[in-house]
């Protein structure tokens, strides 16, 4: 499948790694946002919000349940934004679902 992230999931695309288990990888965005922009990406292929269901929101929960975690590790447990872009509207680019952890100054208001 033509899917980047599935591509850094296999080690075909390298990726500077934040955390990884079973279920899940985290690794700083190549352009990043913020002083501090980590992407956190489901070891299954669902392409955008739009596809989770019952079965597969197990990896959401379990992203959101590290994000803590992984925000201490790459030090912006003072605060930090996760992001979801869904859909062309929102400026989804990758089409497997990610959530942006960003951090690392004042962030401000949301658009
Ligand atoms: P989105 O625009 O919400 O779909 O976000 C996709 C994100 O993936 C962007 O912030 C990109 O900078 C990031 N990205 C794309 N390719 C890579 C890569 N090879 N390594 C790290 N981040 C990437
Ligand atoms: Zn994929």
Do not use: W
Not at 54 to 63: Q, T
Not at 82 to 98: E, L, M, R
């Amino acid at each position: 499948m033509d899917c980047i992230f599935c591509k850094i999931l296999d080690g075909s695309i390298p990726s500077k790694k934040v955390y990884e288990d079973d279920m899940m990888l985290a690794f700083y965005d190549i352009q990043p946002a913020a002083p501090v922009h980590v992407v956190m990406i489901p070891k299954a292929h669902i392409a955008s919000a739009n596809e989770l269901n019952e079965e597969n929101a197990k990896y959401v929960a379990h992203i959101f349940s590290k994000a803590g975690e992984i925000a201490k590790s790459v030090g912006i447990e003072n605060g930090y934004r996760i992001v979801n872009n869904c859909g062309s509207d929102a400026g989804q680019t990758v089409f497997h679902i990610h959530f942006h952890l960003m951090g690392g100054k004042t962030l401000g208001k949301m658009a």
